[in-house]
């Protein structure tokens, strides 16, 4: 069946270092990608999206590149912010689906 | 921008009780989910739903059911509360095959 690894948590990192949190998926055929943001107290919000291969997603900063032949999709930021501290959640959905398939969520903890 | 409602933030119920969450969505979608979400198990899904008095069951549905009656409100029922219930539940709506939009979620202790 489908499924979703990303990193394992706590990241912590000082305030403009450069982050990158791993993603990598298992699925049939072609799923469409998603990166999830929680922040403290709050639900998730959609952070960016890829539907095909090699498309690139990008908002506030952060990308990720759909990689089919890797099955991966990593998150980057080159410069990152105090208020980018929050739990990072990776997720698929399948060719055929509705429903989301999300990875365990990662914590990154920015220091000033 | 859509707006998806969930009636509690913090819920304390006792076993054996009857627990009803709601959600309620503004912008007239027919998907509509919900989740578990517990510390180091990310979010699993408990039961979705495509359209009214439809529904599927996700991933973990033991122990819940749902009530779908008109298409912008949700409701997840536990029949009779147990402690490993207790969860930060999160509802979402999407509409076709658009991103899920998220509630700010429930957090249910069963004492």
């Known amino acids: 069946g489908n499924s979703v690894t990303q990193m394992e948590g706590p990241v912590t990192l000082s305030e403009e270092a450069f982050l990158t949190i791993n993603c990598t998926y298992t699925?049939?055929?072609?799923?469409?990608l998603f990166w999830y943001v929680q922040y403290p107290g709050e639900g998730l919000q959609l952070l960016l999206k890829a539907t095909k291969a090699d498309d690139k997603g990008s908002n506030k900063g952060f990308e990720a590149t759909y990689r089919k032949e890797t099955t991966s999709f990593h998150l980057e930021k080159g410069s990152v912010q105090v208020s980018d501290s929050a739990v990072y959640f990776c997720a698929l959905r399948g060719q055929a689906g509705t429903a989301l398939i999300f990875g365990k969520g990662t914590t990154l903890s920015v220091s000033s | 921008d859509v707006k998806v409602t969930q009636s509690s933030r913090y819920l304390v119920k006792r076993t054996g009780e009857k627990v009803f969450l709601e959600c309620v969505q503004d912008m007239d979608h027919e998907n509509m989910f919900w989740y578990r979400q517990d510390p180091g198990l990310g979010l699993r899904l408990i039961y979705f739903s495509y359209d009214v008095k439809m529904k599927e069951k996700g991933d973990i549905p033991e122990g819940y059911s749902v009530s779908r009656e008109k298409k912008e409100r949700f409701s997840l029922i536990l029949e009779s509360a147990s402690t490993n219930q207790t969860s930060m539940y999160l509802c979402?709506?999407?509409?076709?095959?658009?991103?899920?939009?998220f509630g700010d979620g429930t957090r249910l202790s069963i004492l």
């Open positions: 699925a049939t055929g072609y799923p469409s």
């Open positions: 979402a709506s999407s509409w076709s095959n658009q991103p899920q939009h």
